[in-house]
C-alpha cells in the first residue's frame, strides 16, 4: 500500500483513466513543497473519494507566475467514473491555500494521442494569411508549445449576416496534459473584438468550407518549429 500512496503516475495511467473518464484535472494549485506534499494535500482535499492516484504538480508558465492567485495544476485519478461529477459538485470553486480551485473533467480523452493534443480554435477572424494565423494562435495561446496549426476554415455560405468572426482551425499542443488546461483557461475567452471558443477536436475537419482565403494561399498545416 506504501508503494501505491507514493507511486507517480505513469503515461499508461493517464491514457486507461482517461479513458475511462476517471482523470479529473486540478487548478488553482499553489507550489507544493514536493511530491509526497502534493500527494497528501491532495488527497485530504479529496477525502470520501476513492483516489487512485495524484499526478506531479505541473507547475504555471513564466507568463502567469507574476499574476494574482495560484496557477499550478495536477491530476487526480479516481476508482470510477462515477465519482468525478459528484467530486467536480463538491470541489470546484471551493475556497483552498487562499485561493478557488479549479475542479473539472479531462478532455479529449479517447483518440489517438495526436487527437489528444489536438484543439478546434472558432471565433476567429479571416486572417490574411498563414503567417498572420499562426501568429494569431500562438498569441492566444500564449505560454503554451504549440506543434502544429492547421489552415484556417471559413465558415460555409449562410447568406445571412452573422456578427462577431466565424473562421476556425485547429491547434495541437506538444504536450497532451497542456490540452485540458487550454480549455478551461482560453474557451469564451475576449479576443479579436469576441469570444473564442477553444474545445476537444477528436478529428480533422470534414467537410469545411476551403474556398477563400484558404484556398487562395493554398494554406496547409506547419510545424512550427521543424
Keep these: 500500500m506504501k508503494n501505491r500512496w507514493n507511486r507517480v503516475d505513469k503515461p499508461e495511467d493517464h491514457q486507461k483513466a482517461a479513458e475511462e473518464g476517471r482523470r479529473l484535472y486540478i487548478g488553482g494549485l499553489p507550489r507544493f513543497e514536493n511530491y509526497e506534499d502534493t500527494n497528501q494535500k491532495i488527497r485530504s482535499l479529496f477525502e470520501g473519494f476513492n483516489v487512485e492516484l495524484v499526478s506531479k504538480l505541473v507547475s504555471a508558465h513564466e507568463s502567469t507566475r507574476g499574476k494574482p492567485g495560484n496557477h499550478n495544476y495536477c491530476f487526480v485519478d479516481l476508482a470510477s467514473p462515477s465519482e468525478t461529477d459528484a467530486a467536480i459538485k463538491a470541489l470546484d470553486g471551493k475556497e483552498m491555500w487562499d485561493w478557488h480551485i479549479k475542479v473539472n473533467h479531462t478532455f479529449g480523452a ?67 496534459d497542456q490540452t485540458e488546461k487550454a480549455i478551461l483557461e482560453l474557451d469564451w475567452k475576449e479576443k479579436w473584438g469576441g469570444k473564442v471558443r477553444v474545445k476537444p477536436a477528436t478529428s480533422n475537419p470534414k467537410g469545411g468550407s476551403r474556398t477563400g482565403l484558404s484556398a487562395a494561399h493554398g494554406w496547409g498545416v506547419k510545424k512550427e518549429r521543424d
Excluded: W
Aim: charged fraction near 35%; aromatic fraction near 10%; charge should be negative.
Design 110 to 176: 479517447s483518440g489517438k494521442l495526436g487527437e489528444k493534443r489536438r484543439l478546434f480554435v472558432g471565433g476567429l477572424p479571416e486572417f490574411g494569411d498563414q503567417d498572420a494565423a499562426e501568429a494569431g494562435a500562438k498569441e492566444l495561446f500564449e505560454g503554451y508549445e504549440i506543434s502544429k496549426v492547421s489552415k484556417l476554415f471559413l465558415p460555409r455560405e449562410s447568406g445571412e449576416e452573422r456578427e462577431g468572426h466565424h473562421c476556425y482551425c485547429f491547434v495541437e499542443l506538444a504536450n497532451e
